[in-house]
């Protein structure tokens, strides 16, 4: 059946026109779950023009959001570990402790499935309520195959428990777990033979790790990736963060979706990035919980013609944040991006960095109908406001929900 949107601005977030491509007095038509029209609604074509429509009453229209990097899946919490901090302990002398992640990776092997699920959802419909349609999640607190595949499992079943679709990482090589102490030995027997069995059950779209010191090396990462690409499976990865340790350059030499973090970087890797067509997935969150002075290099990522997406990040270690409105916000006030590259960054390099550009991210006639209707006017409101939510209606792919 046809549905009509109208009565308000629509950002399509489309490039090439407009700011935020923005139509005032928009139409938005959808039918199946696509998009069939959009356009100034004196554009109409004659045959939708007779569909009973929706009227938002002035309020803005956009494409659901898009959270492409987050770790919502785990067990526990560390909340102890962020009075560790504030006592004025590292977030790299935690880790080295036998804190940060393998703290949440007890926690996580010691849950069951269910319990991780409940968990997670909690995190999923604070983000689902803000208007994300789309999110990506990681496998990484496990750092065994059986808890591994248990993570992914968590992540699927989130997509049938609610209405958002969901895109997952392998990220077994994120940390290495107490019982390995050889980082080649994990990488053979867990990252990689885990990475085949998990792939042969459907549960990996992607595939990521955390290239640092704290975690692994660039040869280490392209042991890893080489396995990836053999599977016909795309990569990204956990770069520059802590330090400067080849990350963006290695994920550009692969091709890969996208490298995040990246506040070590400088413009030798953007351009390499720029060349790969990576996205540069930007998470502000981290970088205000660990106060790190060093800031991503909007300016060198802008000039190479990097895309730059945004996201939460969230985890419960560098990013416990479960708002890409705040990430957002984040992204303009720490990172300077503009409020159109942010709001760009939480839709269309988003979808990009899923490689999901030709389904979602904008509003487009073919892709799916997952819309947001905010409370608000125009979408720099969406970025200017700190903890204010103006979602007022969701549709994911053309249901409300
Ligand atoms: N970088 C991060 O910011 C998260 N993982 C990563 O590789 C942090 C994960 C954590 O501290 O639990
Ligand atoms: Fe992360």
């Not at 885990?194 to 042991?223: K, M, N, Q």
């Not at 996208?258 to 413009?267: G, T, V």
């Not at 030709?358 to 608000?376: Q, R």
């Not at 125009?378 to 209606?393: K, S």
Request: aromatic share 6%.
């Amino acid at each position: 059946m046809d549905r009509l949107i109208v009565g308000g601005p629509v950002a399509t977030m489309a490039p090439g026109g407009a700011r935020y491509g923005l139509i005032e007095d928009g139409a938005v038509a959808h039918r199946d779950g696509r998009i069939t029209f959009v356009g100034r609604r004196a554009d109409l074509p004659a045959a939708l023009a007779d569909i009973p429509p929706t009227d938002v009453g002035g309020r803005l229209v956009t494409p659901g959001l898009v959270d492409c990097h987050t770790h919502v899946v785990f067990g526990g919490n560390r909340a102890a570990e962020f009075e560790m901090r504030l006592e004025g302990a590292s977030y790299e002398e935690v880790a080295r402790a036998g804190g940060g992640i393998l703290s949440t990776m007890r926690a996580t092997r010691a849950a069951d499935e269910a319990t991780l699920l409940e968990a997670a959802l909690w995190r999923v419909d604070a983000l689902i309520g803000e208007g994300v349609t789309t999110m990506e999640v990681k496998s990484g607190y496990g750092l065994n195959i059986a808890d591994e595949i248990k993570m992914l499992r968590v992540a699927r079943r989130i997509a049938e428990e609610r209405p958002v679709r969901i895109v997952t990482s392998w990220l077994a090589a994120h940390a290495l777990p107490p019982e390995y102490d050889e980082r080649a030995r994990y990488i053979e027997e867990v990252v990689l033979a885990g990475l085949d069995r998990a792939h042969s059950e459907g549960l990996v779209d992607a595939v990521d790790a955390f290239c640092e010191g704290i975690a692994f090396s660039s040869d280490d990462v392209a042991g890893v990736f080489d396995r990836a690409l053999s599977l016909g499976l795309p990569v990204k990865l956990h770069a520059e963060q802590l330090s400067h340790a080849g990350g963006a350059a290695l994920a550009a030499r692969y091709g890969a979706l996208s490298a995040d973090h990246l506040e070590f970087i400088d413009e030798a890797d953007a351009a390499a990035m720029a060349r790969a067509g990576t996205v540069a997935v930007l998470l502000p969150g981290a970088c205000y919980t660990l106060r790190q002075a060093e800031k991503p290099n909007v300016a060198a990522l802008r000039s190479a013609g990097v895309r730059m997406a945004v996201a939460t990040d969230c985890n419960p270690g560098s990013s416990p944040l479960t708002s890409l409105l705040l990430a957002l916000n984040m992204a303009a006030t720490l990172f300077r991006l503009t409020p159109e590259e942010a709001l760009v960054g939480a839709t269309r390099h988003a979808a990009a960095a899923l490689g999901l550009g030709d389904e979602i991210g904008t509003l487009e006639v073919g892709k799916c109908a997952d819309i947001a209707v905010w409370n608000v006017t125009a979408p720099a409101e969406l970025v200017y406001r700190i903890g204010f939510n103006p979602l007022d209606t969701r549709l994911f792919a053309g249901h409300p929900g």
